[in-house]
């Protein structure tokens, strides 16, 4: 249906009906995965606005339920990223950075990286690894890069635009418009700190139907840390334990066409 999504802590800086202009079809920050190495690469997804069907969200979702259909771990998801690999370099060899896909790995699966990918995709772009530069995205020209029909017209994307993100931004995390300077958004505001969430340890009940403990059942027991998402690979390699609930591979592959009226 489209619409605007953020972050519960996201705060807004400017009134959304001045910023979103009337042919703006989507507006996302830069994330700073690989800043260090000036490849931002992924797009930070606690703040989307997005026109109905737009392309970017249909290939996010269309890569990301046939990762999970395949049960794809880390190495099926840097496999497919050297497919869709077209150029090569002088030599012959590919040019994929790969290093950059295992900055932060389950983030290539859903996340800032996955959508950085997709996005990548439907420009058409050879790296889907590519850097994001703030500001308006150009409209691809050829064909597809991630349909599946050959020599496919490349979806028109509109004005999107890419906020630049800054962590020291008057002391927060700010999400900007460049070309208009604008401060979007802002979160990790001065003063909140996000604690990690914590659960009363429970007890483990013989009987299923006393399962549904009252508050009281937990009253002076000692709170568990619930492990953040980013610990939960351990030692293993991604996707193989601890990510999907079975290792049931589906032959099925979703495809979403867009159809434009």
């Given amino acids: 249906d489209g619409g605007v999504y953020a972050d519960v802590d996201v705060l807004l800086d400017t009134n959304l009906d001045t910023f979103i ?3 703006m079809s989507f507006f996302v920050p ?4 690989v800043e260090y190495a000036d490849e931002n690469f992924c797009l930070w997804n606690g703040l989307i606005g997005s026109a109905p069907g737009h392309p970017f969200m249909v290939r996010a979702v269309e890569r990301l339920v046939n990762m999970i259909l395949q049960r794809a771990d880390v190495y099926d998801i840097e496999r497919d990223l050297c497919r869709r690999r077209r150029s090569q370099s002088a030599t012959g060899d590919t040019i994929l950075q790969v290093w950059k896909s295992r900055a932060v790995p389950e983030l290539t699966l859903s996340g800032p990286c996955a ?5 990548n995709e439907v420009l058409g772009n050879d790296d889907a690894l590519a ?15 991630f349909a599946t029909e050959e020599n496919m017209p490349r979806p028109y994307i509109g004005d999107a635009l890419i906020l630049m993100a800054d962590k020291t931004d008057h002391g927060m995390f700010g999400f900007t418009d460049i070309d208009r300077n604008i401060l979007v958004a802002s979160t990790d505001l001065p003063g909140i700190h996000k604690k990690p969430q914590t659960t009363a340890e429970a007890t483990p009940a013989a009987d299923p139907r006393k399962d ?3 508050s009281a059942s ?3 027991k000692k709170p568990v840390e619930i492990e953040h998402y980013h610990d939960t690979t351990g030692d293993n390699v991604w996707g193989s334990e601890g990510v999907y609930r079975d ?4 032959n099925e592959r979703i495809v979403m066409k867009l159809i434009y009226k």
């Avoid at 703030?134 to 691809?140: A, D, E, H, T, Y």
């Avoid at 290792?247 to 589906?250: D, S, W």
């Fill in 30 to 33: 830069r994330d700073l995965v």
């Fill in 247 to 250: 290792n049931l591979v589906t």
């Fill in 131 to 145: 850097k994001f530069y703030p500001g308006w995205l150009s409209q691809p020209k050829g064909t597809s890069n």
């Fill in 115 to 119: 959508l950085g990918i997709s996005i």
């Fill in 212 to 214: 549904i403990q009252s």
């Fill in 21 to 23: 202009t009337p042919t």
């Fill in 218 to 220: 937990t009253k002076g």
